[in-house]
Each structure stands twice: as C-alpha cells, then as structure tokens.
C-alpha cells in the first residue's frame, strides 16, 4: 500500500465519534444516571443534554448538533405508550424524529445518524447498550459528511 492509504486508513482507526444526547429528564436520563452509578461501562462518546421531555427536543436542535459536527444524535424518552410524564411528549418525539430523518437525507446525511430510544429509569444497563450499539454503528458510517476540516464544533 501508498503512504496515503496507510495514512487515511489510520485516520478511520483513529475515528472517534461525538454524539450528542437528548435525554427525558424523568425516564432515559435516569437510566443513563443508574449506567454511572451502577458503574456499567459504555463508551464517553455522548455529550448529554438533559431535556423535561423528548416531545421538547424541537428539530431545530438536532440539525444545529449535525450542523457544528455531531457524528450522530440521540433522543431517548420514556417508553411508549403510557410512560411519558406530559401524557403524549414521546409519541410527539417519535413524529418528529422520523420526519427528521427524511430531511437527513435530502440533507446528504445518513438518517442512521439520528436514533430514538426508550429508556425507563430502572434500565441502566440498556442505556449503556444502546451507546455501545450506537458508537459501533457510526464508526462504521465514519465522520459527519457535514464536519468543516474534521474537526466538530461540539
């Protein structure tokens, strides 16, 4: 092989992927809480935003995180149908986020970037899979198409 294939084949090794988290305050970041407590391991790759409700997180929001250079975004709520605390907050995210994954395209952004998950307060353990799963998956799709010179803003 060329020195330049070693070296963008390097590159890819090296990639580590940022992604950023809208997590519910009530259920998934309290999940994500018990992960720490409980001392389950998951990678540090997610930047965690704690939101009331995933029916708040606006899509203005995750196009703004894939605009500075998030490799992926996650928005974790309650557990459908009845867990939400505002009633219909995660039925609202779920519209929202399949919506979203359309305009990711038409974007030329892999809508595989943008995931939505419930999470209870009492499942730690299935937060810290879900981040392992998600990291795993971005790896593979390599860094945000929308990053300015590799570097993210987040």
């Not at 935003?49 to 995180?65: H, K, Q, T």
């Not at 309650?78 to 995210?93: I, R, V, W």
């Not at 299935?126 to 998956?137: C, L």
Request: with cysteine.
């Amino acid at each position: 092989m060329t020195e330049q294939k070693l070296e963008v084949k390097e590159k890819k090794e090296e990639f580590e992927p940022k992604i950023i988290g809208f997590l519910c305050n009530w259920c998934a970041y309290a999940g994500a809480d018990l992960a720490g407590v409980s001392r389950i391991q998951y990678p540090a790759n997610i930047r965690i935003i704690r939101v009331m409700c995933s029916g708040r997180v606006d899509p203005a929001f995750i196009l703004e995180a894939f605009k500075n250079g998030a490799d992926g975004v996650l928005v974790a709520g309650c557990h459908l149908p009845s867990d939400c605390h505002y009633l219909t907050g995660n039925f609202k995210a779920l519209r929202r986020v399949l919506l979203l994954k359309k305009v990711l395209k038409e974007f030329g952004i892999e809508p595989e970037r943008l995931r939505i998950e419930w999470v209870s307060a009492s499942e730690g353990d299935r937060f810290a899979t879900i981040i392992k799963e998600m990291v795993e998956e971005i790896k593979k799709l390599g860094p945000n198409p929308l990053k300015a010179g590799g570097k993210a803003n987040v």
